[in-house]
Nanobody
Framework: QVQLVESGGGLVQAGDSVRLSCAAS????????MSWFRQAPGKEREFVAT??????????NYADSVQGRFTISRDNAKNTVYLNMNSLKPEDTAVYYC???????????????WGQGTQVTVSS
């Protein structure tokens, strides 16, 4: 079992930056690939970013909509994964969820463990 708790969301203006954190507890954090997803009102949950389990050069992948603006990273010593979000746009408004799984994939169904989510609202 892995427990995930997100933090760092809030209300920001377009163009601002925000850093989300996801703290994990339970089974060894370094054994899981970690990802961020988001869900806007009335829309399905969608992939944002993923990072592989560990290593000096982890595999990282981003959704096209956030490529170049968002950065995912992890600190295995702190059992935490981060999502740095720059140049935020109103369309980035959503509940952001972190997820833990065995592989750094992009599908919602690929992940067993989910956090409760943190709201990010970007005003224009």
């Amino acid at each position: 079992q892995v427990q995930l708790v997100e933090s760092g969301g809030g209300l920001v203006q377009a163009g601002d930056s925000v850093r989300l954190s996801c703290a994990a507890s339970g089974r060894p954090f370094s054994t899981y690939a970690m990802s961020w997803f988001r869900q806007a009102p009335g829309k399905e949950r969608e992939f944002v970013a993923t990072i592989s389990r560990s290593g000096s050069m982890p595999y990282i992948n981003y959704a096209d909509s956030v490529q170049g603006r968002f950065t995912i990273s992890r600190d295995n010593a702190k059992n935490t994964v981060y999502l740095n979000m720059n140049s935020l746009k109103p369309e980035d408004t959503a509940v952001y969820y972190c997820a833990a799984g065995m592989r750094p994939r992009t599908g919602v169904g690929d992940y067993t463990y989910w956090g409760q989510g943190t709201q990010v609202t970007v005003s224009s």
